[in-house]
Nanobody, 120 residues
Framework: QVQLVESGGGLVQPGGSLRLSCAAS????????MGWFRQAPGKQRELVAT???????NYADSVKGRFTISRENAKKTMYLQMNSLKPEDTAVYYC??????????????WGQGTQVTVSS
């Protein structure tokens, strides 16, 4: 069982920045694919960004050029740097992790989520 703990959410004005973190409990973190998903009220959970064990990244079109996903294997932590935030980025952000034959967003482990609110 892998524990994932997100942090870094909060209230920010439009145009502002936040950095989310996801700390994992596994000692083989470097072998895990990691991803960020978000869910806004009344909407389905959606992909934000993913990063494979090899460092390949993928982004939703809505966040390309504004968000950056990264990982620091020595700290067993994944990050999401969010810049130029918009009100439509408001959601609960979840960390997802898996290993082996793993489908982002469908399999693996999930964190408890961290709230991001973009509002003036």
């Amino acid at each position: 069982q892998v524990q994932l703990v997100e942090s870094g959410g909060g209230l920010v004005q439009p145009g502002g920045s936040l950095r989310l973190s996801c700390a994992a409990s596994t000692s083989i973190f470097s072998l895990y694919g990691m991803g960020w998903f978000r869910q806004a009220p009344g909407k389905q959970r959606e992909l934000v960004a993913t990063i494979t064990s090899g460092g390949t990244t993928n982004y939703a079109d809505s966040v390309k050029g504004r968000f950056t996903i990264s990982r620091e294997n020595a700290k067993k932590t994944m990050y999401l740097q969010m810049n130029s935030l918009k009100p439509e980025d408001t959601a609960v952000y979840y960390c997802n992790a898996g290993i082996g034959p793993f489908r982002f967003g469908q399999d693996g482990y999930w964190g408890q989520g961290t709230q991001v609110t973009v509002s003036s």
